[in-house]
């Protein structure tokens, strides 16, 4: 999954899109800083995870999951649940 980059939305939050999902996330004030920490923390988590079972040969199957979860993460931040 690609994030997109900030545009303001006129309404008060600064949005960003994932590329892929045709899902957006508003972020409020300071709010910003903590989610985007907290994103960078992912995925950077999952970066060093992939390359890890990538070595291992289960690079598909995890992929697989990747997407699926990285989908799950975007519709919980778009519904305020994330």
Same mark, same amino acid.
């Given at each position: 999954?690609?994030?997109?980059?900030?545009?303001? &939305?006129?309404?008060?939050?600064?949005?960003?899109?994932?590329?892929?999902?045709?899902?957006?996330? $508003? @972020?409020?004030?300071?709010? #910003?800083?903590i989610w985007l920490a907290?994103? &960078?923390?992912?995925?950077?988590?999952?970066?060093?995870?992939?390359?890890?079972?990538?070595?291992? $040969? @289960?690079?598909?199957?995890? #992929?697989?999951?990747?997407?699926?979860?990285?989908?799950?993460?975007?519709?919980?931040?778009?519904?305020?649940?994330?």
């Amino acid at each position: 999954m690609t994030l997109g980059s900030f545009k303001w &939305d006129g309404g008060g939050a600064w949005v960003r899109g994932f590329h892929g999902s045709g899902s957006s996330i $508003g @972020v409020h004030g300071g709010d #910003l800083d903590i989610w985007l920490a907290a994103h &960078d923390i992912i995925k950077t988590s999952t970066i060093v995870l992939l390359v890890c079972m990538t070595e291992f $040969g @289960v690079s598909l199957w995890y #992929l697989l999951l990747l997407g699926i979860y990285q989908s799950m993460w975007a519709q919980l931040a778009v519904s305020g649940c994330a």
